[in-house]
């Protein structure tokens, strides 16, 4: 399956914004939606995406392999869910560092292009090349 880089652009700098929202107010449900919406794109089903591709109708020039980002939205939803956690527990300094960490990550695809998942994913299928990391799809 491949995939529009515009378009995973695009919603990383929407996950930037959502973020960074939560790192200011604080909101856990802000969090809980931005950890659905990491799920659904680890799912292949990204609202940010679909979203895009309802208002540009041009084709990429290019695409990408679309399993090293679906990656990164399960990295980055295990980020949320860990930032969720310490919010439920009380515990500021776990869901401020976790919701950070995934913002930081985030700014960089929507900033500089560099999926810091997609190259997590690009060294461990390297290193352990005989292992399964399909992602489903």
């Not at 909101?27 to 799920?39: G, I, N, P």
């Not at 680890?42 to 695409?63: D, H, N, W």
């Not at 679309?66 to 515990?91: D, N, S």
């Not at 060294?123 to 399964?132: D, E, I, Y």
Request: charged letters at 15%.
């Amino acid at each position: 399956m491949r995939a529009d880089p515009r378009a995973l652009r695009f919603g990383a700098a929407v996950t930037t914004l959502v973020l960074a929202l939560v790192l200011v107010t604080g909101s856990a449900w802000l969090l809980a939606a931005q950890a659905a919406v990491f799920a659904l794109g680890l799912a292949g089903r990204s609202p940010y995406v679909m979203f895009f591709k309802a208002l540009v109708r041009s084709a990429p020039k290019e695409t990408e392999d679309a399993r090293p980002p679906r990656f990164a939205q399960g990295v980055g939803l295990v980020f949320a869910v860990a930032g969720l956690a310490g919010h439920v527990a009380g515990i500021a300094p776990l869901a401020l560092v976790a919701t950070a960490g995934a913002l930081l990550a985030a700014f960089l695809n929507a900033a500089f292009g560099f999926c810091l998942g997609c190259e997590t994913y690009l060294l461990l299928r390297r290193l352990l090349p005989a292992a399964k990391m399909e992602v489903h799809q």
